[in-house]
């Protein structure tokens, strides 16, 4: 990823180089050669006035440096990625009057769980911040280029709910650039369900699918095996990818997540135990077990995928804001949080990283953990599909997910060399 991010840098730098070149001397000069001057004095006139207009452009761009500041959209040349020490995950939220970029209740795919204003949520500040990383912008979002972008091709999320929210997210905010809205519809007529294993949404008028695959934990459920003891009921093969992944391998853009799935309650309470070389790992721990799932992740996006056809993503763990250990307890609050205190670290977000650094591909990590720390406004909390239940692990549509998007354009778009042009 870093050799990509140089190539495109020097693919940006360059022209400015040259630009920078023609505003000094070369100009003046093949300037003056084609210039007759019938006096001396006339030379002179002429020689300092073109001194001093020089000292003048000279004073002007050491005054103002740069353009005045603005958000890049997608096609001016300063891109996101032309500020070399520019991490799009180092910043803070912003106040912004702009957001947010589409409503919930006119876009049919964003399921009612995730609208928190239709449920009931009377406060909307949480609708208007913008993540603003410390040395650069986020380019602004730009529907109508994005869909020209994605004309033809196939986007493709997997991983748990979370996922899912992302995948409405992104229909969402490109419906927004569609008038018929008739024209985007689920391939097969299904409805958005918690269970569904996979969903396509297609933009006719545009050619291309955004589809969701549900894998919470992106590996193979297996067989209880006869000699285990009696409170595995069901088993997890950590050495094998989830059935369904042959259905990834032919995508454009493929974007996983999982690790809201691995922790005890959902898993050793409920019976569920891990499985490696066809063998029970009864003393695996949930950490150790994701780190054995994403070491077969790995292999497998290493020999599987064409990554110079697929550009492949890998979005780290998303912050929750309960207030108890046991997720029975939360409250969400007006105003982002100012301290996040140690809540950008996630074990899942950093195995994640790790496993992803040592790849033999690129794959980009959305490192969304530290964004979403400050975001304690923005969880669906009792505004949800089931307001008996508090809920401080998702988070309400529009809000949080959108800017997961806004930076997955930007990143696929602000390169020269994608194969998405
Ligand atoms: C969103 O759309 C609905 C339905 O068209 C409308 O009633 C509501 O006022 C809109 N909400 C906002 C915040 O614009
Ligand atoms: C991908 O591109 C590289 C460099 O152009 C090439 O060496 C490699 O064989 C390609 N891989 C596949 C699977 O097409
Ligand atoms: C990184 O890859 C090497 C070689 O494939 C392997 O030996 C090592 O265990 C890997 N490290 C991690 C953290 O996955």
Same mark, same amino acid.
């Given at each position: 990823?870093?050799?990509?991010?140089?190539?495109?840098?020097?693919?940006?730098?360059?022209? &400015?180089?040259?630009?920078?070149?023609?505003?000094?001397?070369?100009?003046?000069?093949?300037?003056?050669?084609?210039?007759?001057?019938?006096?001396?004095?006339?030379?002179?006139?002429?020689?300092?006035?073109? &001194?001093?207009?020089?000292?003048?452009?000279?004073?002007?761009?050491?005054?103002?440096?740069?353009?005045?500041?603005?958000?890049?959209?997608?096609?001016?040349?300063?891109?996101?990625?032309?500020?070399?020490?520019?991490?799009?995950?180092?910043?803070?939220?912003?106040?912004?009057?702009?957001?947010?970029?589409?409503?919930?209740?006119?876009?049919?795919?964003?399921?009612?769980?995730?609208?928190?204003?239709?449920?009931?949520?009377?406060?909307?500040?949480?609708?208007?911040?913008?993540?603003?990383?410390?040395?650069?912008?986020?380019?602004?979002?730009?529907?109508?280029?994005?869909?020209?972008?994605?004309?033809?091709?196939?986007?493709?999320?997997?991983?748990?709910?979370?996922?899912?929210?992302?995948?409405?997210?992104?229909?969402?905010?490109?419906?927004?650039?569609?008038?018929?809205?008739?024209?985007?519809?689920?391939?097969?007529?299904?409805?958005?369900?918690?269970?569904?294993?996979?969903?396509?949404?297609?933009?006719?008028?545009?050619?291309?699918?955004?589809?969701?695959?549900?894998?919470?934990?992106?590996?193979?459920?297996?067989?209880?095996?006869?000699?285990?003891?009696?409170?595995?009921?069901?088993?997890?093969?950590?050495?094998?990818?989830?059935?369904?992944?042959?259905?990834?391998?032919?995508?454009?853009?493929?974007?996983?997540?999982?690790?809201?799935?691995?922790?005890?309650?959902?898993?050793?309470?409920?019976?569920?135990?891990? #499985?490696?070389?066809?063998?029970?790992?009864?003393?695996?721990?949930?950490?150790?077990?994701?780190?054995?799932?994403?070491?077969?992740?790995?292999?497998?996006?290493?020999?599987?995928?064409?990554?110079?056809?697929?550009?492949?993503?890998?979005?780290?763990?998303?912050?929750?804001?309960?207030?108890?250990?046991? #997720?029975?307890?939360?409250?969400?609050?007006? #105003?982002?949080?100012?301290?996040?205190?140690?809540?950008?670290?996630?074990?899942?977000?950093?195995?994640?990283?790790?496993?992803?650094?040592?790849?033999?591909?690129?794959?980009?990590?959305?490192?969304?953990?530290?964004?979403?720390?400050?975001?304690?406004?923005?969880?669906?909390?009792?505004?949800?599909?089931?307001?008996?239940?508090?809920? &401080?692990?998702?988070? &309400?549509?529009?809000?949080?997910?959108?800017?997961?998007?806004?930076?997955?354009?930007?990143?696929?778009?602000?390169?020269?060399?994608?194969?998405?042009?």
């Amino acid at each position: 990823m870093v050799s990509r991010l140089n190539q495109s840098l020097l693919g940006y730098f360059k022209p &400015c180089y040259k630009r920078g070149g023609n505003l000094g001397h070369p100009i003046i000069g093949s300037h003056c050669k084609n210039w007759v001057f019938h006096s001396f004095n006339g030379l002179i006139v002429i020689g300092s006035f073109l &001194c001093f207009m020089l000292a003048m452009a000279y004073w002007h761009m050491y005054v103002f440096p740069g353009p005045p500041a603005a958000i890049p959209i997608y096609d001016v040349p300063e891109r996101a990625h032309s500020k070399s020490e520019c991490n799009f995950f180092v910043g803070k939220w912003i106040r912004d009057e702009n957001y947010p970029l589409y409503n919930a209740s006119e876009c049919p795919f964003a399921e009612r769980g995730f609208n928190c204003l239709a449920n009931g949520r009377k406060d909307n500040g949480y609708l208007k911040w913008r993540w603003k990383p410390e040395n650069c912008d986020i380019p602004r979002f730009n529907v109508h280029d994005v869909l020209e972008k994605l004309r033809g091709k196939r986007v493709v999320f997997v991983g748990d709910s979370l996922s899912r929210t992302q995948w409405e997210s992104m229909i969402c905010l490109l419906m927004t650039g569609v008038e018929d809205k008739k024209s985007v519809y689920e391939v097969n007529g299904n409805k958005i369900s918690k269970q569904i294993r996979h969903l396509s949404i297609r933009f006719s008028l545009f050619s291309f699918t955004v589809e969701f695959y549900r894998s919470v934990f992106l590996v193979q459920p297996g067989s209880v095996p006869k000699r285990a003891p009696k409170r595995v009921k069901a088993t997890l093969k950590l050495d094998m990818l989830d059935d369904i992944s042959k259905e990834w391998i032919d995508s454009d853009i493929l974007i996983f997540n999982s690790g809201h799935w691995w922790n005890p309650g959902k898993l050793f309470e409920m019976g569920w135990y891990f #499985q490696v070389g066809g063998k029970m790992k009864l003393g695996i721990s949930t950490t150790g077990a994701f780190k054995t799932a994403l070491a077969t992740w790995a292999s497998w996006i290493e020999n599987m995928v064409n990554t110079n056809k697929t550009e492949v993503f890998f979005r780290t763990f998303e912050s929750s804001h309960w207030s108890s250990r046991t #997720q029975q307890k939360c409250k969400v609050t007006r #105003q982002p949080l100012s301290k996040i205190n140690g809540k950008e670290q996630s074990p899942f977000s950093d195995i994640i990283q790790n496993v992803v650094k040592n790849l033999s591909v690129p794959v980009t990590v959305l490192h969304v953990t530290p964004m979403g720390a400050f975001r304690s406004d923005a969880h669906v909390g009792t505004w949800s599909d089931n307001p008996s239940v508090p809920d &401080c692990s998702h988070w &309400c549509l529009p809000g949080v997910p959108d800017m997961w998007n806004e930076i997955l354009f930007s990143y696929l778009f602000s390169k020269e060399k994608i194969s998405l042009q």
